[in-house]
């Protein structure tokens, strides 16, 4: 593939997600049970933040706050990163470096469609 590649032909779909109102326990288990690094957080049936496995970490565990009573709400971050399908991975590379962040939200016809990661990104292009 190379850098002219759709996002669409190397996303994952479907993202996998979690509701805001879920506990952070259930969020971890569901992000290990599927092997991703970072969960997309719906509310209101609108994708509003993505929960990675380093915000767990930062906020979580160093200050010790119990995951069965925090809400994913509390931890995401937000707004969520988006990128349209029809984009390339070149564009998806620049936003992930101008905004650095290592994941975006895909979306086709406004609509969440998939999730994209830098390492997928770097691993098409080998």
């Known amino acids: 593939m190379d850098l002219n590649a759709s996002v669409e032909s190397v996303m994952r779909s479907p993202p996998v997600t979690a509701l805001f109102s879920d506990s952070v326990s259930y969020v971890t288990e569901k992000m290990v049970s599927n092997n991703i690094g ?3 957080i719906i509310s209101g049936g609108i994708p509003s933040g993505i929960i990675t496995e380093r915000d767990i ?3 979580i ?3 010790r ?5 925090t809400r994913a709400t509390e931890i ?4 969520l990163l988006t990128i349209d399908a029809k984009k390339t991975v070149a564009d998806a590379l620049k936003i992930m470096r101008d905004k650095k962040v290592r994941r975006l939200a895909v979306t086709r016809n406004g ?3 998939g999730i994209v990661t830098e390492r997928r990104l770097l691993d098409s292009l080998i």
């Open 38 to 40: 970072a969960i997309i």
């Open 57 to 59: 970490i930062e906020k």
């Open 61 to 63: 565990v160093r200050p």
């Open 65 to 69: 706050r119990d995951p069965d009573k």
């Open 76 to 79: 995401m971050s937000s707004p």
């Open 111 to 113: 609509r969440l469609a």
